[in-house]
Nanobody, 128 residues
Framework: QLQLVDSGGGSVQQGGSLRLSCAVSGGYLHYVVIGWFRQAPGKDGVKGRE?????????GTTYNGDSRFTISKANANDAVNLQLNSLKPEDTAVYYC????????????????????WGQGTLITVSS
């Protein structure tokens, strides 16, 4: 069974940067789409998670909801990183990585409910 551990959150000033990491174990990254989602305060459950970015483990196709953010696979092919630049207070949220059993970003990267495996979440707080 796939296991995801996300890390790298923290507190930053507006305009700062952070790099999140999602370590993947228990399965092959090649067979899944990894997505990063965020859940703002007051939003509940998986439905309340907004897609940030996705990457296909098989062909590297990506989707980015915001040009300030960049998703990439780590060289060892067992982790996915999310670089967040020019952070704003409205980016404050718990960020989750998740995996969907699909090779197509287009098929799954529009709905958190299509992702079956989730990390525990990492909090980003951006102050003005």
């Amino acid at each position: 069974q796939l296991q995801l551990v996300d890390s790298g959150g923290g507190s930053v000033q507006q305009g700062g940067s952070l790099r999140l990491s999602c370590a993947v174990s228990g399965g092959y990254l090649h067979y899944v789409v990894i997505g990063w989602f965020r859940q703002a305060p007051g939003k509940d459950g998986v439905k309340g998670r907004e897609v940030v970015s996705c990457i296909s483990g098989s062909d590297g196709t990506t989707y980015n909801g915001d040009s300030r953010f960049t998703i990439s696979k780590a060289n060892a092919n067992d982790a996915v990183n999310l670089q967040l630049n020019s952070l704003k207070p409205e980016d404050t949220a718990v960020y989750y990585c998740a995996a969907a059993k699909s090779r197509s970003v287009q098929d799954v990267c529009d709905n958190a409910l299509k992702f079956s495996f989730w990390g525990q979440g990492t909090l980003i707080t951006v102050s003005s």
